[in-house]
Structures are given as C-alpha cells and as structure tokens.
C-alpha cells in the first residue's frame, strides 16, 4: 500500500490564501445577513452565535460557550448579560454549587435563534448552489476534519 503524497509548499501556500479569503468572507457575509435579518431584535450576530450555541448544542454554561465558539469568557458574559437584560436567556446559579452559572434559553431566545439559522441556511443554499450533493458531503467532511485538526493543535 502506498502513503499519500504530501503536497508541495506551493500547493499549500495557494491553499492558505484560498482558505482564509474564503473564511473571511463566509463570515462577513453571515454576520451581515445575521445582523440585518435580526436588526429589528438589537441582536447582533456574535450575541447571535452564543444564542444558537445555547439552543442547539447541549451547553449550559458560559464556559462550554466560550469552548465551542472559541472566544473569551469576558466577551461571552458580556454578550450574556445583553441577552439576559433583553429577556433571551436565563442564567441561574446551580444548586450544588453556587458557583457554576447554568444558562436557559427563553422561548423568545429560541425563537430568535432558530430565526437566524434560518437565514444562515439560505445563505449556506446560495453559497453551494452550483455544487452536487456528492461535492457538499466531501466540503463538509474536509471541513470536519479541519475543525478537528485545529481544535486539537489550540488544545480544545
């Protein structure tokens, strides 16, 4: 059985410029449609993503929020204080030990959440629409393992 070829420093470096011009504008893209879909809420899309995290992951505290983002903590009890004072979550202390905050979503949180995924999902129709089905499970699965390789090598 032969190894895979690794590929050449140029292959790479056009990769790199690929990757982040594309990245940086998935993102400016997101965050604007994000921020206009949700305007009328005064949600801005990095109180947006902390929203969906907490609706579609199984993540109930401030730190498994900062984790799965990969942002601070500071930046996530900012956005959560703006997001409790608007009625969006609810943050409690546990029972057994007070210092552990656990964070609820409202049913107008989810409401809001579900709404921009919504959005990020026609946005995400648009950017694969010249793509088959075939080539969409091969940028997801090469993404995956993307994702992996970099949250293993920042140790998360």
């Not at 903590?73 to 608007?86: C, F, K, M």
């Not at 026609?122 to 992996?148: G, N, Y």
Request: net charge positive; charged share 30%.
């Amino acid at each position: 059985m032969s190894r895979a070829k690794k590929p050449a420093s140029t292959d790479l470096k056009d990769l790199t410029r690929a990757f982040l011009h594309c990245s940086d504008h998935l993102h400016t893209l997101c965050r604007l449609e994000i921020n206009d879909r949700l305007a009328k809420q005064d949600i801005k899309y990095s109180q947006w993503l902390i929203l969906d995290c907490l609706n579609s992951h199984d993540i109930d505290s401030p730190s498994k929020v900062a984790s799965q983002l990969g942002m601070e903590r500071a930046t996530v009890s900012r956005s959560l204080d703006i997001l409790e004072s608007r009625g969006l979550v609810k943050r409690t202390h546990n029972t057994n030990d007070r210092r552990v905050v656990e964070i609820d979503v409202t049913a107008q949180g989810r409401k809001i959440a579900t709404m921009g995924a919504a959005r990020l999902e026609q946005v995400t129709q648009t950017v694969v629409a010249d793509m088959t089905t075939k080539d969409v499970k091969a940028v997801s699965s090469f993404l995956t393992t993307i994702r992996s390789n970099i949250l293993s090598k920042i140790g998360r």
